[in-house]
């Protein structure tokens, strides 16, 4: 989920794959995919009393190559019955993400990204992980329809995601 613009709002999917060539160290590929939509602010400021549609895009995909760094590896009792394996890590990495404007013309936007996040996973079985993540990508994004004449815009797109990882 991206909840945290001030215009838009979008459920996301992604699916990731992982390499790890060391037990702390990794290469993973992150594709995601979502719809962004007006949020309750960017349709309040679109209505009759203020009559303005800002100029907002709303996320629709990316694909990221990133680095992944696990420095904690640690188990914790829960409620002395259950022991969980779970680690700590960072990633970062680049890519490419495609977001729509929210405006009528609905114009498209393909721009580079650079992605930092933090997470964790919980280990759950032999080969099954809970994997928890906050992830902030850095949009670099070119609007040719703005006013502003250099129309080159750092955008964050920070998400919140929670999902299952299978490892083999």
Do not use: C
């Amino acid at each position: 989920l991206m909840p945290f613009d001030a215009y838009t709002i979008a459920p996301v999917g992604a699916g990731t794959m992982a390499y790890h060539f060391r037990e702390d160290m990794g290469i993973e590929g992150v594709f995601m995919g979502g719809y962004g939509m007006k949020s309750g602010t960017y349709k309040e400021l679109e209505s009759p009393p203020y009559g303005v549609a800002p100029d907002a895009y709303g996320f629709l995909g990316s694909a990221m190559i990133d680095f992944q760094y696990s420095p904690i590896y640690a188990k914790m009792n829960v409620a002395g019955k259950r022991i969980f394996h779970h680690d700590i890590f960072v990633t970062g990495g680049m890519g490419m993400t495609l977001e729509q404007a929210l405006q009528p013309d609905a114009s498209k936007a393909f721009s580079p990204t650079f992605g930092l996040g933090i997470g964790m996973r919980i280990f759950t079985g032999k080969d099954m992980t809970i994997r928890l993540q906050l992830r902030d990508d850095f949009v670099i994004q070119n609007r040719s329809k703005t006013a502003d004449k250099q129309g080159t815009f750092l955008k964050q797109n920070v998400s919140f995601m929670v999902g299952f990882s299978k490892l083999g």
